[in-house]
């Protein structure tokens, strides 16, 4: 048998604890959480994927840079302008600069989840933003129409 004062004083700190840990691990609680963006393409082979993240971004004018990987994340850089500030929002203007990190995973047999970060700068680091979220939404969804019909 447990001392009463024990149970009256453990018990409720360790369930008080055991939600901090939790609320400190889920999705936007502390430590480096990104917003990701990401659309799942389901039967269609990777390689018409690719070409479709890289078609859909440069044509919504987007820069890949060069030096992708096999299998790694596609990055686009894209400079503010009048453009960008219709498409994106008024943050989106000719002192920023955006870049978009796009990744290609199969997640199961003939799906593949492309997800993509949005990252942007004024004269600095490039730090995860979630203003573009919309515009992002559209992209991802452009892909995997145009994915089907390469």
């Given amino acids: 048998m ?3 004062s024990f149970v009256r004083y453990a018990f409720p700190s360790t369930f008080l604890l055991g939600a901090v840990l939790l609320a400190g691990c889920g999705p936007g609680g502390g430590g480096g959480a990104q917003p990701r963006l990401s659309q ?3 039967f269609l082979p990777r390689y018409n994927i690719e070409k479709a ?3 859909v971004f440069q044509m ?3 820069q890949l ?3 992708r990987k096999a299998g790694g994340a596609f990055q686009f850089v894209r400079r503010g302008d009048v453009v960008s500030q219709e498409r994106f929002g008024d943050w989106f203007d000719g002192g920023v600069q955006v870049r978009a990190d796009v990744t290609v995973t199969e997640v199961e047999f003939g799906t593949h989840q492309v997800s993509c970060i949005l990252l942007s700068s004024r004269a600095g680091d490039f ?3 979630e203003k573009g979220d919309r515009r992002v939404k559209a992209l991802l969804k452009r892909v995997e129409k145009l994915a ?3």
């Fill in 127 to 129: 730090v995860p933003t």
């Fill in 40 to 42: 799942k393409v389901e």
């Fill in 65 to 67: 840079i060069a030096g």
């Fill in 2 to 4: 447990l001392p009463v």
């Fill in 60 to 62: 919504d004018g987007f």
């Fill in 148 to 150: 089907g019909v390469l």
């Fill in 53 to 55: 993240v890289v078609t």
